[in-house]
C-alpha cells in the first residue's frame, strides 16, 4: 500500500523558512499527483499546493503564491514544499497528500492517500 511520510517541521519566526519534506513508498505508480494541506486547531484542512507525477504542472492557493513552492524528485521517491516568508496564521499540521485521479486537485476528498502531518508553528 501507499504510505506517505512527513518531515521538516518545525519552529520558526515570522519570515522565516522551513522546506518539507514527504517520503513515498509502495505502488506509487497509481498516484496521478501529489499535495500539501495544512490544517489549523478548529479549522477545516485547507490546500497548499499540488504538483503532478512529471512536476511539469503546479498548482497554489492564492494565500502561498510567491513564497512556497512545491517540487519533486521522482528518482527519489520525494516530493517538497519550500516555503519562505512564513506567517503566524500559517501555524498548522501540514500534510502530504496523494490523488489517484486528475480532478480534486484543490479539495480533500480528491485525494485517497494521507500522511501523518508534521507540525509547523510560526511565532511572531
Known amino acids: 500500500q501507499v504510505q506517505l511520510v512527513e518531515s521538516g517541521g518545525g519552529s520558526v519566526q515570522a519570515g522565516g523558512s522551513l522546506r518539507l519534506s514527504c517520503a513515498t513508498s509502495g505502488p506509487t505508480s497509481s498516484i496521478y499527483a501529489m499535495g500539501w494541506f495544512r490544517q489549523a486547531p478548529g479549522n477545516e484542512r485547507e490546500f497548499v499546493a499540488t504538483?503532478?507525477?512529471?512536476?511539469?504542472?503546479?498548482a497554489y492557493a492564492d494565500s502561498v503564491k510567491g513564497r512556497f513552492t512545491i517540487s519533486r524528485d521522482n528518482a527519489k521517491r520525494m516530493v517538497y514544499l519550500q516555503m519562505n516568508s512564513l506567517k503566524p496564521e500559517e501555524t498548522a499540521v501540514y500534510y502530504c497528500a496523494g490523488r489517484a485521479s486528475r480532478g480534486g486537485a484543490t479539495t480533500p476528498p480528491g485525494y485517497k492517500y494521507w500522511g501523518q502531518g508534521t507540525q509547523v508553528t510560526v511565532s511572531s
Open positions: 504538483i503532478n507525477w512529471s512536476g511539469d504542472a503546479t
